[in-house]
């Protein structure tokens, strides 16, 4: 549908704006290719993003991530693109500015609380759901497997039991459960359906006495699997019944469709704070996925050195996802490869294409970001690889990132520090020299689920949820220069309670990625004696862990790259 299209269909409706949101009733979890609406409207490929559509303009609302990204993929004579959150209450205060007073949106796209936070607070615009204009129907059947619980390590019963407690708690019938990700941790259920996550995208029923039924089209599965077009009228059906749901989570479309003699009442979704505290049998998986992914990519580096010149990034991502395909347990990339060579290093998420695809510098940084789905876990990690003889300019920032890493890595807090006072910790390294960056500094990870996972961050938009032992997140500052390159230094790594202190529970973070860090782009001498014994104790239980799954080339290749700074 083109810009003109959806102009003709707002003076139909009588709309002075439309909305169109990335996503679908699966609020904030990954989508179809086919099923990016903002791309097929106007070519911004970004995971984060609105357009709002108005009768003279058009205005794409992106975060720092992607603001020189979506100035390369959209026409700017068209579209406006503005760095700001891409939130429906930034929408609103720009159409506001506008003078327009008529929004239609797709009540799929956002949850029951946003909405009524929006109708309170703009009383003189008119909200209207105007449905998906853009829909796009080309899933085929699906078929949802069942997860062993020798890696989810508690079975499906065991967890809809917690379920149970919680609703005899509080003295309701049903939880319905719209988050993806959390009626796949739920049920030990995952499916192939998405490129880079294994959830099955189904809403989840569960009743009182643990009884499951599932909402979803073409989908196959061991449990009863209703239709999308009977889930009002079964939730209407239960009259006499309390069903909680989660406000962040559940479309307000639902609420719509339902008659107000539902009993249909907010409660937090359980499985989100459940999954993210990581059971031993889910962080002994990520431990041990970590190694073998940390075998693939030394494999990488080691080839990479022995390759000539006229490699491009696609080339790297085709070489690195074959590697990964040889680890024991190996599903899916968990997000596309971003392989970016010099200038391309400074978008944030840019990922090549085959319109994009760039050779490698002979002497320049290639900024390589990449994790795998395993059966026993997930992983995510960025090295910036130096290419021939870096600069002067490139070392001083890459190190400074480096000093910015290594603090997060061995802070140590109380538990329950949210994310947001430890955000801090790293940017005051960047800040120093005059430096920052515009994403996150830790996002919180599955475990065979998605990549980006809440209620953890670390970040200095992060909730108030604070940290507990045994979550996962990553740590990955960066600095960003436009036209030149880009640099981040990611791994992951997991809390665990600090033993020596005596007056309070504490906690630290132990890393969990296994990946040599580019010694040619540190200055030791900017490093503190802290910092380098930090460094060469990380580098040494690296080698000490890969060396037994590497060949003898590859084992020659990470002495020299683990060897003491």
């Known amino acids: 549908m083109t810009l003109d299209e959806i102009r003709n269909k707002m003076k139909q409706c009588g709309l002075g704006a439309y909305v169109i949101s990335h996503g679908n009733r699966f609020i ?9 609406k903002i791309k097929n409207v106007c070519g911004f490929s970004g995971s984060a993003g609105i357009l709002a559509v108005t009768s003279d303009n058009a205005y794409l609302l992106v975060d720092g991530r992607y603001e020189l990204q979506a100035r390369r993929q959209v026409n700017v004579n068209e579209i406006t693109v503005v760095d700001k959150m891409p939130r429906f209450k930034n929408v609103c205060d720009l159409l506001q500015e506008k003078g327009i007073s008529d929004i239609g949106y797709d009540a799929w796209c956002h949850p029951i609380v946003e909405m009524e936070f929006l109708k309170r607070r703009y009383r003189d615009i008119r909200f209207v759901d105007a449905g998906d204009w853009l829909h796009s129907d080309s899933v085929g059947p699906v078929t949802a497997m069942r997860r062993d619980v020798q890696f989810a390590g508690k079975s499906r019963e065991e967890k809809c039991k917690l379920v149970a407690d919680m609703l005899l708690e509080k003295q309701s019938d049903y939880y319905l459960f719209t988050s993806a990700d959390s009626v796949s941790w739920l049920l030990n259920l995952y499916a192939r359906d998405l490129p880079c996550s294994p959830v099955v995208r189904a809403y989840a029923l569960i009743s009182l006495k643990g009884d499951v039924i599932l909402f979803s089209d073409r989908l196959q599965a061991d449990l009863p699997v209703k ?39 907010k409660a937090p979704d359980i499985c989100q704070e459940l999954k993210a505290i990581k059971n031993d049998v889910e962080l002994q998986g990520m431990i041990n996925c970590h190694i073998r992914d940390g075998v693939a990519l030394v494999n990488l580096f080691c080839w990479l050195e022995k390759q000539p010149h006229g490699l491009t990034e696609l080339d790297i991502v085709k070489k690195l996802h074959a590697l990964r395909a040889e680890q024991e347990y190996f599903f899916s990339e968990s997000f596309e490869t971003i392989a970016a060579a010099g ?33 026993d876990g997930t992983t995510d990690v960025t090295r910036t690889i130096a290419l021939g003889t870096p600069t002067t300019e490139m070392i001083k920032d890459f190190t400074t990132v480096l000093k910015a890493h290594i603090a997060l890595a061995q802070v140590r807090f109380p538990v329950g520090t949210a994310g947001i006072k430890l955000d801090v910790i790293a940017r005051a390294n960047l800040w120093q020299n005059g430096e920052d960056y515009k994403h996150g500094t830790g996002h919180g990870v599955a475990c065979f689920g998605n990549v980006h996972e809440g209620p953890i961050s670390i970040s200095v938009g ?4 604070g940290f507990r032992s045994n979550m996962v997140c990553s740590n990955e500052p960066g600095v960003y220069k436009e036209g030149k390159y880009g640099i981040r230094i990611e791994n992951l790594q997991y809390t665990t309670i600090v033993k020596d202190v005596e007056s309070a529970e504490f906690l630290k973070f132990c890393y969990l990625t296994k990946v040599p860090i580019d010694k040619k782009l540190i200055d030791k001498y900017m490093l503190g004696a802290g910092e380098r014994e930090w460094l060469n104790s990380y580098h040494q239980d690296v080698y000490n862990t890969l ?3 590497l060949s003898s080339e590859a084992k020659l290749w990470l002495e020299k790259a683990c060897s003491p700074l």
């Open 28 to 36: 904030g979890q990954d989508i179809l290719p086919s099923e990016h």
């Open 227 to 265: 239709p999308w077009n009977k889930l009002a009228d079964t939730l209407s059906g239960l009259k006499d019944a309390k069903i909680l749901y989660d406000g962040h989570t559940t479309p307000e479309k639902i609420k719509l469709l339902l008659s107000d003699e539902v009993s249909f009442n």
């Open 343 to 375: 200038e391309n290093g400074a978008i944030v998420h840019y990922q090549p294409t085959h319109e994009t695809n760039t050779l490698l510098p002979e002497n320049g940084l290639l900024l390589l970001d990449s994790g795998g789905q395993y059966l």
């Open 462 to 465: 992060s909730s108030e949820y």
């Open 547 to 549: 060396t037994p799954y």
